[in-house]
């Protein structure tokens, strides 16, 4: 089964405090190390911001990866930290293995 991350995060002061250029440079470094998450079947799924007209969550932002098991989440995870994201957003993760609805109703049940 697949694994997904979903991450919801909002700028901290780190970040607006930056001009254009440098946030530019640091997204332009974020790029470069995509392609060894790629390699490693990370999938990037869809990047936003939040509507918060719907059960709104107090982050702007948010994104959603699948990846193919714990050790690209993991990397995943490691590689974001690696970058300072965590210095310039406020991020809240969730992540796990995927299953289809039945699954999820019986997960659900358990609880």
Same mark, same amino acid.
Do not use: C
């Given at each position: 089964?697949?694994?997904?991350?979903?991450?919801?995060?909002?700028?901290?002061?780190?970040? +607006? $405090?930056?001009? +254009?250029?440098?946030?530019?440079?640091?997204?332009?470094?974020?790029?470069?190390?995509?392609?060894?998450?790629?390699?490693?079947?990370?999938e990037p799924i869809a990047f936003g911001e939040t509507e918060p007209s719907i059960h709104p969550a107090p982050?702007?932002?948010?994104?959603?990866?699948? +990846?193919?098991? $714990?050790?690209?989440q993991a990397a995943l995870l490691s590689g974001i930290? $690696?970058?300072?994201?965590?210095?310039?957003?406020?991020?809240?993760? $969730?992540?796990?293995?995927?299953?289809?609805?039945?699954?999820?109703?019986?997960?659900?049940?358990?609880?």
């Amino acid at each position: 089964m697949p694994h997904y991350l979903t991450e919801l995060y909002s700028p901290k002061p780190a970040w +607006l $405090a930056l001009s +254009l250029a440098e946030r530019q440079s640091y997204f332009a470094s974020i790029a470069e190390g995509m392609g060894a998450l790629s390699a490693l079947g990370v999938e990037p799924i869809a990047f936003g911001e939040t509507e918060p007209s719907i059960h709104p969550a107090p982050q702007q932002f948010f994104s959603v990866w699948r +990846l193919p098991d $714990a050790e690209a989440q993991a990397a995943l995870l490691s590689g974001i930290a $690696a970058t300072g994201w965590h210095d310039y957003f406020d991020t809240v993760n $969730a992540a796990g293995k995927g299953v289809d609805f039945p699954a999820h109703l019986t997960q659900l049940t358990g609880v």
